[in-house]
Nanobody, 120 residues
Framework: QAQLGESGGGLVQPGGSLRLSCAAS????????MVWHRQAPGKERELVAG???????NYADFVKGRFTISRDNARNRVHLQMNSLEPDDTAVYYC??????????????WGQGTQVTVSS
């Protein structure tokens, strides 16, 4: 069984920055896409940014130019650098990865989430 663990959330003032990290561990043979999602109170979960094994990326329009996703394939980690944070970025941020365990097929795994609060 594989697990995902997020870190780096917290309270930051508008205009500030945070760096989220997600580490995949456990029974891992291969990892395809690694994706950050977020869910604000009373809203549906939405995709923030994703990165494939080859390094290609995609971003939601509302974070383009502010957030940068990166990946360390050797350490099975994905990061999300968030700059120019706005109150609307307040949400629980979840890491999601498509992982193939040894002896198994690819499937989606989710972390438990890390809270990001942007407030003065």
């Amino acid at each position: 069984q594989a697990q995902l663990g997020e870190s780096g959330g917290g309270l930051v003032q508008p205009g500030g920055s945070l760096r989220l990290s997600c580490a995949a561990s456990g029974n891992i043979s291969d990892i395809n896409a690694m994706v950050w999602h977020r869910q604000a109170p009373g809203k549906e979960r939405e995709l923030v940014a994703g990165i494939n094994k080859d390094g290609s990326t995609n971003y939601a329009d509302f974070v383009k130019g502010r957030f940068t996703i990166s990946r360390d394939n050797a350490r099975n980690r994905v990061h999300l650098q968030m700059n120019s944070l706005e109150p609307d970025d307040t949400a629980v941020y979840y890491c999601n990865a498509r992982i193939r365990p040894f002896g198994g097929d690819f499937r989606d795994y989710w972390g438990q989430g890390t809270q990001v609060t942007v407030s003065s």
